[in-house]
């Protein structure tokens, strides 16, 4: 299969899309793969194969590598003897920013590219947290109980300590602070808004239980990978899902009834039908008092949640051959015509 990924971006997560793009290098292995690396002034690179080291991005030396644009349906390399085009469906793995906020998408949608990720509409209720349970409300999905705060003005939290904070456009646990009483919570407010100007703010369930699983649609139905259970210590922290953002080996499936399996998987089909057709995205779940809550959408999971899937090569696959087809409007001009003959020009 012939894949182009595109990772980099201009977002806090940069670095683990480029972790991301390097594990998924060894995990298609006999894909035919071309890599494109968006940097922090949006400029595009295409990177050498053999280049794919993290050291060649800290150090700088893809600046050495060629230059892309986007024109209809291609990236292309332009040099003093003509242009190359590089056609053929993208995997948009550039997580957070760019990636994950619909700006990617739209700039795929407006040159016809075809690609792997969330669409426009699906990143607006995915990338902001707010605008997540604002669907869940939509779609019956129950999720945690939550409050917003914005740095623009003074609100006093209701919620009983302990509490978690978050921002509420970032992923990756960045900015995110357990708060346990009063104390605390000026320091925690100052993290996230260090990252965002609004920010979510949650019950802090101890011990909660955590369920993840990954899914898509391919030929009018679902397709869901193995249920995980990750393994935690008071909530999954920035280092530890830095590590898990670079997994390839399969993970070990959650040891639940096939009850809760299927009410992880109809709740995740809520969330994902008519309106994530075209991505591969992951949820997270919490199960608390035998009720299933979503916790999170990750609509472009870390190493797109490969370590999930019994056989994620023949998943990404199934994926390429339905993505959605935008239909475009037929230009005639028909009513200017029809004006200028009525006035006789």
Do not use: W
């Amino acid at each position: 299969m012939k894949l182009t990924i595109l990772f980099g971006g201009t977002s806090f997560e940069h670095e683990i899309s480029i972790v991301s793009a390097i594990t998924l290098k060894e995990k298609l292995s006999g894909f035919d793969l071309t890599f494109v690396f968006c940097d922090q002034d949006h400029i595009f690179y295409l990177i050498d194969s053999s280049k794919m080291r993290a050291n060649t991005f800290s150090k700088g030396e893809h600046k050495k590598m060629p230059k892309l644009t986007l024109a209809n349906g291609a990236f292309v390399q332009k040099s003093l003897f003509g242009s190359k085009e590089y056609k053929g469906i993208v995997l948009n793995l550039i997580h957070g920013a760019d990636g994950e906020d619909g700006t990617i998408a739209a700039l795929f949608d407006f040159f016809a590219i075809d690609y792997i990720g969330p669409r426009v509409d699906a990143c607006v209720f995915s990338y902001d947290k707010r605008y997540t349970k604002y669907l869940c409300e939509a779609r019956d999905v129950k999720s945690v109980a939550y409050e917003v705060l914005s740095v623009d003005e003074h609100k006093n939290l209701s919620l009983a300590y302990p509490i978690i904070v978050k921002p509420a456009r970032l992923g990756s646990s960045i900015g995110v602070s357990i708060v346990r009483d009063e104390t605390q919570l000026d320091y925690a407010l100052d993290s996230g808004y260090e990252y965002d100007s609004v920010l979510l703010v949650e019950p802090f369930i101890e011990g909660v239980k955590e369920y993840n699983v990954a899914g898509f649609k391919a030929d009018g139905k679902m397709y869901f990978s193995i249920v995980e259970e990750p393994q935690k210590n008071e909530f999954l922290d920035f280092e530890k899902k830095y590590m898990d953002f670079s997994r390839s080996e399969q993970v070990l499936k959650a040891d639940i009834s096939d009850e809760l399996t299927s009410k992880l998987k109809a709740n995740f089909e809520k969330i994902y039908t008519n309106l994530f057709e075209g991505a591969l995205i992951r949820c997270d779940f919490f199960v608390v008092n035998g009720e299933v809550l979503l916790n999170e959408i990750n609509p472009i999971p870390g190493s797109m949640a490969n370590y999930l899937f019994e056989d994620f090569k023949d998943s990404l696959k199934m994926l390429s051959r339905s993505l959605p087809k935008t239909k475009k409007a037929k230009i005639s001009y028909e009513y200017i015509h029809s004006i200028s003959s009525a006035k006789g020009k």
